[in-house]
């Protein structure tokens, strides 16, 4: 048996990096591996042959990084998008700082750097030179969802947004372009999430807090996929992702997905489950009537079943936990 140790740069909640991790480590233990997560001391209390450092931007995880090399373990880091061009402009002068001073060094000297899309590779190789990256995609768990729900016919789509609230998912963005278009005014739009920026919330509650078409409905922890499937259309108008796992969550929703054609999602247009549009008030407005017009192909079960074998074959978690596993196997022997 294998002996890993988790860390993450994120507090403890439901959306994110922690939500890859939870899953990934339930379904590490059915397949046997041994894992722990805690705080220094159960690390230092205990042998470990793999340390899997999640995210970046945190002293603690450096500490993790110089006991691990002190006592070698073999060191996986994982930047879960946090070294996106996008995401580096948020807080820029303090994470220059701190990339100088240890972030950059975590990268440079782990044993292997895991990513989650070719993009996300891209981006990391243009901060540092690495021989040992690999892709490991992100994994979904498909829950039983019952169709017959779906709106009749005739009624009107229904678009939804859920992510995190923060500036770099660019809600406020979609915000105005629904406002800026007497089309769009008429349609309605929910928006799911955590808020993570408040003063960015601020600006997005002022704005939406008189409109009758634009409601916030807080942050979406249980029945997701449940919740979610009352939708149509997911909206993602974010910049830079370097996954996305919420698309993921649409899918398995069975919702069509409007994303921002500079995201790794190229194969979803092609299998018919997404446009890729830059978003603006004409194209998005082109799209959303374009979409009106094969409604009913996305509201049936035969667009659910398409997306649901998708995921069960791409982004199933036994799969994928497994690559992990194959992978520590590796980098232990």
């Known amino acids: 048996m294998i002996k890993v140790f988790y860390t993450s740069s994120e507090n403890k909640n439901y959306f994110g990096v922690n939500q890859v991790l939870n899953s990934l480590k339930k379904f590490l233990y059915k397949k046997t591996l041994i894992y722990n997560t805690g705080g220094i001391y159960k690390f230092l209390s205990n042998k470990y042959d793999l340390i899997h450092i999640h995210g970046c931007w945190k002293i603690r995880l450096f500490v993790y990084f110089l006991f691990s090399k002190l006592r070698n373990i073999k060191i996986v880091i994982s930047p879960h998008g946090m070294l996106d061009p996008h995401s580096l402009k948020n807080k820029k002068l303090i994470k220059i700082i701190f990339w100088h001073f240890c972030q950059k060094m975590i990268f440079v000297l782990s044993d292997q750097i895991i990513v989650n899309s070719i993009l996300e590779k891209k981006n990391v190789l243009k901060m540092i030179k690495h021989n040992n990256i690999k892709i490991i995609p992100h994994g979904i768990k498909l829950e039983l969802l019952n169709h017959k729900n779906k709106r009749l016919k005739k009624n009107p789509l229904k678009f939804v947004f859920f992510s995190k609230i923060h500036p770099s998912k660019n809600l406020l963005g979609l915000i105005n372009l629904w406002t800026n278009k007497n089309f769009l005014k008429n349609l309605d739009l929910s928006i799911y999430g955590e808020i993570t920026d408040n003063r960015y919330f601020e600006k997005v509650s002022k704005k939406i807090s008189k409109l009758k078409n634009i409601k916030y409905h807080g942050a979406l922890y249980k029945n997701k996929v449940k919740i979610l499937s009352n939708y149509d259309v997911f909206i993602f108008p974010s910049k830079s992702e370097n996954f996305g796992l919420v698309?993921?969550?649409?899918?398995?929703?069975?919702?069509?997905?409007?994303?921002?054609?500079?995201?790794?999602?190229?194969?979803?247009?092609?299998?018919?489950?997404?446009?890729?549009?830059?978003?603006?008030?004409?194209?998005?407005?082109?799209?959303i009537k374009n979409i009106d017009k094969v409604k009913n192909q996305i509201r049936g079960k035969h667009y659910l079943k398409k997306t649901r074998y998708f995921l069960k074959k791409k982004h199933n978690w036994n799969i994928i936990s497994s690559n992990y596993l194959n992978n520590y196997k590796n980098l232990t022997n």
Do not use: P, Q
Request: charged share 15%.
């Open 247 to 287: 698309v993921l969550e649409a899918l398995a929703s069975g919702l069509y997905v409007i994303i921002d054609k500079n995201l790794s999602w190229g194969n979803l247009k092609k299998l018919g489950f997404a446009s890729l549009i830059t978003f603006t008030v004409n194209s998005l407005t082109k799209e």
